[in-house]
T-cell receptor, first 117, second 118 residues
Framework: GAVVSQHPSWVICKSGTSVKIECRSL??????MFWYRQFPKQSLMLMAT?????????EQGVEKDKFLINHASLTLSTLTVTSAHPEDSSFYIC?????????????FGDGTRLSIL | AQKVTQAQTEISVVEKEDVTLDCVYE???????LFWYKQPPSGELVFLIR??????QNEISGRYSWNFQKSTSSFNFTITASQVVDSAVYFC???????????????FGTGTLLAVQP
């Protein structure tokens, strides 16, 4: 149980392209989803928290117009990197959790490696 | 403020050795939750354990065991008889209670890279 599917696994695209990453909870309803970014050999950096049906809450320093998050249903959240540039290249990971309370573990997708040329 | 410290950046052991990964946390919450996650080279994070602040019982799951000590704000993770497949980055994480329906974030440590040599 508690499977989170993230798609695509790899993206290589040209600078200026917008890239959409999907995060789906396959066997549970995810009231809350999280988007993280991870640089090589570093920890996970939380970018934003999204609750189904409401606007995402972005962490300080994360541009909400650059990283568009939509959590339209209890099983799907999307992250769109708009007009991506080489500095946006990174490993993006989503997670999903049932409910808003932190006693439940977050279950993570497999991540998306984004490379902008 | 909440903080998680994993002082060991990298650990290298030989197969069948026991290894302990340290985790020290800081929080002002009286109710909080601690987690361990494993990130193998493939990248996905695998949930290993959750512990709440009121439960100081140590836990054992196969070759894995966890030692939670509130007095020292530590939540250490031991792998006995390590195997090559245990090679991964291990993250310790902390979350507060989240009052009033507020969503509460996971605060991750910087991770410990464990390399188990055959």
């Amino acid at each position: 149980g508690a499977v989170v599917s993230q798609h695509p696994s790899w993206v290589i695209c040209k600078s200026g392209t917008s890239v959409k990453i999907e995060c789906r909870s396959l066997d549970f309803q995810a009231t809350t989803m999280f988007w993280y970014r991870q640089f090589p050999k570093q920890s996970l950096m939380l970018m934003a928290t999204s609750n189904e049906g409401s606007k995402a809450t972005y962490e300080q320093g994360v541009e909400k117009d650059k990283f568009l998050i939509n959590h339209a249903s209890l099983t799907l959240s999307t992250l769109t990197v708009t007009s991506a540039h080489p500095e946006d290249s990174s490993f993006y990971i989503c997670s999903a959790r049932t409910g808003k309370n932190s006693n439940q573990p977050q279950h993570f997708g497999d991540g998306t490696r984004l490379s902008i040329l | 403020a909440q903080k998680v410290t994993q002082a060991q950046t990298e650990i290298s052991v030989v197969e069948k050795e026991d290894v302990t990964l340290d985790c020290v946390y800081e929080t002002r919450d009286t109710t909080y939750y601690l987690f361990w996650y494993k990130q193998p080279p493939s990248g996905e994070l695998v949930f290993l354990i959750r512990r709440n602040s009121f439960d100081e019982q140590n836990e054992i799951s196969g070759r894995y065991s966890w030692n939670f000590q509130k007095s020292t704000s530590s939540f250490n993770f031991t792998i006995t008889a390590s195997q090559v497949v245990d090679s991964a980055v291990y993250f310790c994480a902390l979350s507060g209670r989240g009052y009033g329906g507020a969503t509460n974030k996971l605060i991750f440590g910087t991770g410990t890279l464990l390399a188990v040599q055959p």
